[in-house]
């Protein structure tokens, strides 16, 4: 009976070199939509209504022109970190969420007040689940790392002695 690879139900590992081809496709599609994001900003203030929506309301515009940019920034930051920092994957998880409900919130703050008040109690609702999964995550890391220094220093002295501090 002759096996066939490609029949294999083990998942082949990708090598680094298309690992790194990958991360480099995400990135270039992040900047991608991100200076397409950039030039419809300048193209929209160069419009006449454009232009009264950046004097009417130059706070709001600049907020939610920040909340954008930190959205892409750590989206970038999480796909370029991806593969080295697995443990901190939840944490930018929950910051890229509040970036994007603060950014969608002001955003949508432009376009209908009443929209923006019906919306964010959703999106408050998914930051906090987001969160939550986030402490959990992070208190399963704290605790494992904190049981490991512990049965690292227990050995420790077992290998030293048979008396263990008080």
Same mark, same amino acid.
């Given at each position: 009976?002759?096996?066939?690879?490609?029949?294999?139900?083990?998942?082949?590992?990708?090598?680094?070199?298309?690992?790194?081809?990958?991360?480099?496709?995400?990135?270039?599609?992040?900047?991608?939509? =991100?200076?397409?994001? +950039?030039?419809?900003?300048?193209?929209?203030?160069?419009?006449?209504?454009?232009?009264?929506?950046?004097?009417?309301?130059?706070?709001?515009?600049?907020?939610?022109?920040?909340?954008?940019? +930190?959205?892409?920034?750590?989206?970038?930051?999480?796909?370029?970190?991806?593969?080295?920092?697995?443990?901190?994957?939840?944490?930018?998880?929950?910051?890229?969420?509040?970036?994007?409900?603060?950014?969608?919130?002001?955003?949508?703050?432009?376009?209908?007040?009443?929209?923006?008040?019906?919306?964010?109690?959703?999106?408050?609702?998914?930051?906090?689940?987001?969160?939550?999964?986030?402490?959990?995550? =992070?208190?399963?890391?704290?605790?494992?790392?904190?049981?490991?220094?512990?049965?690292?220093?227990?050995?420790?002295?077992?290998?030293?002695?048979?008396?263990?501090?008080?």
């Amino acid at each position: 009976m002759c096996s066939n690879s490609m029949d294999s139900t083990s998942p082949v590992p990708a090598s680094s070199r298309e690992k790194e081809a990958n991360i480099f496709k995400e990135l270039h599609g992040i900047f991608d939509k =991100f200076f397409k994001w +950039l030039l419809a900003i300048i193209a929209f203030k160069n419009t006449n209504m454009g232009a009264a929506l950046f004097n009417t309301h130059p706070k709001l515009i600049n907020a939610s022109v920040l909340a954008f940019m +930190l959205y892409f920034l750590a989206w970038l930051f999480g796909t370029t970190l991806q593969s080295h920092i697995r443990t901190f994957l939840p944490i930018l998880t929950c910051i890229v969420v509040l970036l994007a409900s603060a950014a969608s919130i002001s955003a949508l703050l432009i376009i209908s007040p009443l929209i923006t008040q019906l919306s964010s109690p959703l999106w408050v609702a998914v930051f906090a689940v987001i969160a939550n999964f986030c402490y959990q995550q =992070f208190y399963e890391m704290i605790h494992s790392a904190i049981m490991e220094t512990i049965k690292k220093m227990i050995a420790g002295y077992k290998a030293k002695s048979t008396k263990l501090p008080i």
